[in-house]
């Protein structure tokens, strides 16, 4: 073997292990750039709930927004309305995550099989179907709807 062609191949696998570097540093960044998207996407979710909560406390807040009120019959219903928001924006962060590939397939099934089961509840149907301002993602209420009306009403 000739030095020039002992060069050439060196130079070969390091050309290839710098190639390979870029492209793993890429493959991270991306799932990075992911990860933080979930992540920015919870914070949000979370941070929505914690004005839910404030109205579960408090229902007389609800009336800050006259949309908030339009589900809501007296103090209980308008407790009963933002318990049950605040259900469906945790399991939307499953599904978000899911849809992102941050959240297992066995880990959603569970969540999915347990919302079914607070689907049937009348409150929450009701919840659902209001005309009430709901800050979800489309695709997520779309979901939820599916499944409300694919689940019988618990009586």
């Known amino acids: 073997m000739t030095l ?3 060069r050439t191949i060196l130079q070969a696998i390091s050309s290839l292990a710098i190639a390979g570097g870029l492209v793993y540093t890429a493959v991270q960044f991306r799932a990075y750039r992911r990860a933080q998207h979930f992540a920015n996407f919870s914070k949000l979710v979370e941070m929505q709930m914690r004005l839910r ?3 579960v406390k408090d229902p007389a807040l609800a009336a800050v927004y006259r949309h908030d ?5 007296n103090e209980r ?3 009963e309305y933002f318990f049950n928001l605040m259900q469906a924006a945790v399991f939307e962060i499953v599904w978000y995550g899911h849809t992102q590939g941050q959240v297992p397939e066995e880990y959603f099934r569970s969540w999915d099989m347990r919302m079914r089961e607070i689907a049937a509840e009348p409150s929450f149907r009701r ?3 209001s005309l009430s301002m709901k800050i979800m993602h489309d695709q997520f209420q779309r ?3 599916g499944m409300v009306d694919a689940t019988p009403e618990r009586a």
């Open 143 to 145: 979901y939820v709807a």
């Open 77 to 79: 219903e308008a407790r």
């Open 4 to 6: 020039d062609l002992l």
């Open 53 to 55: 909560e404030m109205r």
């Open 69 to 73: 009120l339009a589900a809501a019959g």
């Open 127 to 129: 919840m659902i179907k």
